[in-house]
Every structure is written in structure tokens, then in C-alpha cells.
């Protein structure tokens, strides 16, 4: 084991799966964007000696930033403002990359067990590295990777695709004394993901919340990659689980899943709130064809967006899905380093930069 104990013993590419329409365009290159149409800040080692081939979820708050990773021991390890990798005391075996939040005032982590459901525990205490014992998310999960959770108010969206291709959704509803669940998963009826037989490790892509109508009500949009390689949208409001599918523009080509955040607080604001503008920032990430990362950003809640590109600073190698997170008026880009195609870091190093709109 490395130090630190996250040496990850899976080394595979992530290939999100076909999301099935009427029509389903093929394509070959990305659309690659202007020079300079954000910034960015450099890459640098986020996760020290830690070492993890998914990459690491990442949240900015409650007084720094958290970073969670899966370490080679099949379980989930953390760290507080890039100190040392602690596991997460209460021990449980996942085969996914873990999910991170920040809600109710409590770093919260979500994740899929080996039998395919979704459980979940609070940070206690960081001192002690204190957790609350794992509790599994009521219902059939059956997921077929890793979920994505998506919060508003007191209400937790958590979604993933199913082992048969179905996107599926819970909801958690913290109430005084404990949280209450909707009756059981629901699927989309608008749209279906088909796994490829090439899948290694599946996951859903992200869905994120932003506001929506000049701040007016709180849209949901889900992120996933087809057969086609193309990225693909459903937006829809807050607590509705029917929406409409469309490619987002750009002529993207993962060879991962794809991964969303959007910048400012957690907590959704309207268009009077200096942090709005923040929330309208939202960035897009996957492994293109080149197993480089590639990402996408828009500055107008996902209107409209500047078009894929790679990185700046040079080609930013990876083998897995790539991971975005709020940092207030940034978005932290997250991977996991390819250190056999670029030296300037260590193979499977937590690797970080900060995207700007």
C-alpha cells in the first residue's frame, strides 16, 4: 500500500452508456473552442502522497475544502484541507467512487455498495475522524455505478443509471428526528441508458441544480454520454423526474463518463444575490478519444456553452472520469493522473485545478 493507503487496485477507463433516441448522430472529432474563452488556474497535487485511478470527489466548505477517494482496499478514504488520508471509520466495501456533499451543515457521503445500493453517512466529527455508521438509501437501488446526489433546502436528489439502462431517482427529506424517503426509486420514462459490453465501470455522469428562469425556480440537469460518444442533456425542474433530452453542442468524443458542477454556494440564490452569477457557471468534464481531459463550460446556467477544448497548460492525461465541484467563485477540476504518459506527477496522483468563468 501507498502512503496513505489510496492506491486503487482497478485501472480502467470509464464509458458512459448510449442514451436511446429517435436519432443519434456519430461523429469523430470535438469541436474544439476559442483560446481563452475562461481561465484557469494551473494543475497541482491535491491529494499528496494519496494515490486513487478514479478520481477524487472534492467539496469546498464548512471551513475547507474535503477530498474522498477509494482506496485499494475497496473503501472510501478522505482528507481536510490536503492533509494526511484517513479511512472512513466505519468500514464499507464499494466498488464505485464515492459521492460527497455538503448538506444540512454536515459533510455527507454517498455510495454504491457491492450489492448495488446506495447507502450513506454524516461526518461526526473531524477531529476523530468520527462517521455515522452506514445506512442503506429505502428501496432497490440496482445501480450499475456510482450516484450522483443533488440537494435543495432540506431535500436530497439522489439519482443513478440502473443495471438494466434505467436513469433512477430517491428522494431524502430531512426532518426533525431523522429523514423520511419517497416510496421507492422512480425511473425516467423519457429516456433509457444502454450499457456497452466494453463497460468497465459505469457511471451516470452528474446532474446538477441551477437556478433557472432569472432565478425563478430551480432547475435539474442531468449529464450523461451515448454510444455516440456525445454528451447529453435532460433539464427539468426541481422534484419533477420527466424531462427532455438533448445533445449538448460541441461535438464532444468521451471516452468516459462525463462529469458537472456549477460554481457558488450550495444553497440556491436568485438573481439579486452577489453569488448568483457564480451559480450560472457551469463546467462540463470528460476523457476524450486522446485519453486527455476535455472540458466545456457556460457562464449563462447551461444556455449556451463555449465549446470542448482540452485544458491549458498542456494535455492533462487520464483513465477515469474526471470530477467537478463548486470552490465558490471557481470550479475545482478533479482526475486522476496518467503519470506513465506525463511525468509531472505520480501515476494515479489526486491532481487539481481551478476552472474561472
Not at 436519432?23 to 499528496?48: K, R, Y
Amino acid at each position: 500500500m501507498k502512503p496513505l493507503g489510496i492506491e486503487h487496485r482497478r485501472y480502467g477507463k470509464l464509458r458512459a452508456a448510449a442514451l436511446v433516441t429517435a436519432v443519434v448522430a456519430m461523429v469523430t472529432t470535438f469541436s474544439v473552442a476559442p483560446a481563452g474563452a475562461v481561465g484557469e488556474g494551473g494543475w497541482s497535487n491535491g491529494g499528496g502522497s494519496a494515490r486513487s485511478d478514479e478520481a477524487a470527489a472534492v467539496v469546498n466548505d464548512l471551513g475547507g475544502e474535503y477530498t474522498a477517494a477509494i482506496g485499494n482496499d475497496n473503501r472510501i478514504w478522505w482528507s481536510f484541507n490536503g492533509g494526511l488520508f484517513q479511512p472512513v471509520s466505519q468500514g464499507h466495501q464499494v466498488n464505485f467512487a464515492p459521492a460527497m456533499i455538503s448538506w444540512q451543515g454536515r459533510i455527507t457521503l454517498f455510495h454504491t455498495g457491492i450489492d448495488r445500493q446506495i447507502y450513506y453517512s454524516f461526518l461526526q466529527d473531524r477531529s476523530s475522524n468520527s462517521w455515522t455508521p452506514w445506512q442503506r438509501v429505502p428501496g432497490d437501488a440496482g445501480l450499475a455505478g456510482s450516484p450522483t446526489v443533488v440537494t435543495s433546502g432540506n431535500t436530497a436528489y439522489i439519482s443513478g443509471v440502473r443495471v438494466g439502462g434505467e436513469l433512477t431517482e430517491q428522494r431524502m427529506t430531512a426532518q426533525s428526528g431523522g429523514f423520511t424517503f419517497g416510496s421507492g426509486y422512480r425511473n425516467d420514462p423519457s429516456a433509457r441508458v444502454r450499457i456497452t459490453p466494453i463497460v468497465l465501470n459505469l457511471g451516470l455522469g452528474e446532474a446538477v441544480n441551477v437556478p433557472e428562469n432569472a432565478g425563478e425556480a430551480i432547475g435539474v440537469q442531468t449529464f450523461v454520454v451515448g454510444q455516440d460518444a456525445q454528451v447529453w442533456r435532460s433539464r427539468r425542474p426541481l422534484g419533477s423526474f420527466t424531462g427532455s433530452w438533448s445533445q449538448v453542442p460541441g461535438m464532444a468524443e468521451c471516452e468516459s463518463s462525463v462529469a458537472a458542477g456549477r460554481g457558488g454556494p450550495s444553497q440556491i440564490v436568485g438573481p439579486g444575490d452577489p453569488n448568483y452569477q457564480d451559480q450560472q457557471h457551469v463546467a462540463l468534464a470528460c476523457i476524450g478519444r486522446d485519453l486527455n481531459v476535455w472540458v466545456n463550460q457556460s457562464t449563462d446556467g447551461g444556455d449556451t456553452f463555449h465549446g470542448w477544448r482540452r485544458t491549458t497548460g498542456g494535455p492533462a492525461p487520464s483513465n477515469a472520469t474526471p470530477s467537478l465541484s463548486s470552490a465558490g467563485s471557481s470550479i475545482t477540476l478533479s482526475i486522476a493522473w496518467d503519470g506513465n504518459r506525463d511525468p509531472r506527477f505520480p501515476n494515479n496522483a489526486i491532481v487539481e485545478k481551478q476552472l474561472y468563468r
